[in-house]
């Protein structure tokens, strides 16, 4: 090992442990001690990946309160970060909130869906099919025809209502009270137009969107909504299905089977 | 003041660095701003309103890119993908030049998102050397690297910093961004004189000048970049001007954003500071 490289890992090992002993290779003079000096960057180090944090995690932030930077720090102090953007440190989160907070589920539900909105923020620009582009399909081709979604779209399963506590954060209303569903509901994150969106679908709509994600053809997913609705209703409600998503942008494409 | 400059890239005059805060504010009234600097890591993402903004802007403004996580003074591999984004955003801007600190920000794959200071020793001399002339074979361009604040030294240095920083820009052949308030903190924090820095400092090599403000601590300062530019940093500015001449200056604020009127001011001061010199030297 160079010096060069021992000198790193050991001023890196003293910022992520907090290590109060001395380090040799710093040097100690009349301004300051070591441990003033190490203590800067010791301190520092925490208070950015916290605040890295706070700026992803609204709803996360809502729903924990006062407890929130206390639960950041516990992050902070066990996930070192390795990615280039500071932005990207709380990929992990969710993940870790799913394994240590057993006794509260909701938080790591939580952390998921403003990560799923994190992340649909920079997402590759992908361009939209219009309605237009529906009338031009020839009867003949509906039954093998292939809705292309957005890779940005992300479907979530939440047994809480997770997304009233993200809306109550980004327009500063009252926090909800916690609620858990009978049955888990699922959650739509998506981009459009530069603009990030989130609701909550219903269960036959839930269904064949992740359908789409499959690649299903158009015959199934209109037999996926005949076991809701029956035969004559599930056309009715495939192609209003059909007009909002192309309205809200979450189709990319169309293919064939 | 000393020798011209002999590796010609353009005078921007006096800009800022682009922060989200000010986006709005920025396209409404660019007059006085003449250029902008963007974090290059912002921009180096796959799609969506950053790069929208960025377009923006950059129709309105001449841009520079400046990076936070090259680590060139890192014993880790770099890192190809940063690398690969990087040179992807420099051929989507065309800034005027790109630049990152002569630091490391950590090793063995961890990100301490920090610009943690180097031993100023042969050894780490050579190691960076030949990094900023592979990263600047990659980008096909001369970088600057950036002077950083510090809080350590080593005891194993065996070069000042200025010393350090001359030396790799000389043996790389790179540029120079020299930020007057680091400058002023680490002469604070290791008590050595910041006019000694700037006179051990090749002129021909500074392409721009950083101005911010910082945190006076219990014992030491600390560049926090959150505050106006203080008197101290002013004083040594007027020595910068005196020393390098025309030179890029922007104010660079990395938290607790003002209106954009006070940046505005504070860029007017810069300028009502440096210009009457400049003339007085032409």
């Known amino acids: 090992m160079s010096t060069l490289q021992a000198i790193q890992q050991q001023m890196q090992q003293a910022v992520l442990t907090a290590q109060t002993s001395p380090l040799s290779s710093v040097r100690s003079d009349a301004i300051a001690d070591v441990h003033s000096r190490l203590a800067v960057y010791q301190h ?35 996930h070192p970060s390795n990615h280039f953007n500071i932005r990207w440190y709380g990929t992990g989160l969710a993940g870790f909130l799913e394994n240590k907070r057993h006794d509260k589920p909701q938080l790591a539900e939580m952390a998921r869906l403003d990560w799923a909105i994190s992340t649909a923020f920079d997402a590759t620009d992908e361009p939209s099919i219009d309605i237009t582009q529906l009338a031009t399909i020839p009867p003949e081709a509906w039954a093998t025809l292939q809705l292309v979604p957005q890779g940005n779209l992300q479907v979530l399963s939440c047994a809480y209502n997770v997304d009233t506590f993200r809306r109550a954060a980004d327009h500063g209303t009252t926090r909800p009270h916690l609620r858990r569903y009978a049955k888990p509901r699922r959650i739509l994150v998506w981009r459009h137009a530069m603009s990030i969106h989130y609701r909550r679908l219903e269960e036959d709509e839930s269904q064949v969107l992740t359908a789409v994600q499959r690649g299903e053809s158009f015959a199934t997913l209109c037999a996926i909504l005949a076991e809701y609705h029956g035969e004559t209703a599930a056309m009715s409600r495939m192609v209003a299905l059909l007009q909002a998503w192309v309205g809200a942008g979450l189709l990319r494409d169309l293919g064939t089977m | 003041m000393t020798a011209a400059r002999t590796h010609a890239l353009p005078y921007l005059g006096y800009g800022l660095g682009l922060r ?131 809080y350590v030294s080593f005891a194993q240095s065996q070069l000042t910093e200025w010393e350090f920083l001359a030396e790799v820009a000389e043996r790389a052949d790179c540029l120079l961004l020299l930020d007057v ?64 001449g025309r030179v890029s200056t922007m ?24 210009e009457p010199l400049l003339r007085d030297a032409a």
Not at chain 1, 55 to 70: H, I, K, P, T, Y
Request: aromatic residues 8%; contains cysteine.
């Open chain 2, 20 to 150: 989200v805060e000010h986006y709005e504010a920025l396209l409404e009234q660019p007059a006085q701003v003449e250029w902008l600097e963007v974090v290059s890591e912002n921009y180096m993402v796959d799609g969506g309103l950053p790069l929208v903004w960025l377009d923006r802007f950059r129709e309105r403004y001449p841009l520079v890119m400046h990076g936070v996580s090259m680590s060139i003074g890192s014993t880790d591999p770099l890192d190809e993908d940063y690398l690969t984004r990087l040179a992807a955003l420099a051929q989507r801007v065309e800034p005027a030049w790109v630049s990152d600190h002569l630091c490391w920000t950590g090793v063995q794959g961890i990100n301490l998102h920090d610009l943690m200071p180097l031993p100023y020793t042969e050894e780490a001399l050579d190691h960076v050397v030949g990094r900023v002339k592979q990263v600047q074979d990659r980008l096909k361009r001369r970088i600057l690297l950036e002077n950083v604040s510090s």
């Open chain 1, 44 to 78: 520092g180090y925490r208070i950015r990946l916290r605040d890295a944090l706070k700026n992803e995690f609204v709803g996360l932030s809502s729903m924990v309160s006062r407890g929130f930077d206390a639960l950041l720090d516990t992050y902070v102090e066990t």
């Open chain 2, 181 to 244: 308030n680091n400058v002023h903190v680490s002469a604070m924090n290791h008590g050595f004189s910041s006019l000694d820095y700037l006179r051990g400092i090749p002129v021909s090599r500074v392409q721009q000048f950083h101005l911010a403000g910082y945190e006076q601590g219990e014992r030491l300062i600390v560049d926090t970049h959150d505050a106006p530019v203080s008197n101290a940093v002013w004083d040594l500015y007027l020595e910068a001007v005196r020393r390098f």
């Open chain 2, 251 to 274: 104010i660079e604020r990395d938290d607790h954003f003002p209106p954009l009127a006070e940046l505005l001011a504070e860029l007017e001061h810069a300028r009502a500071l440096a």
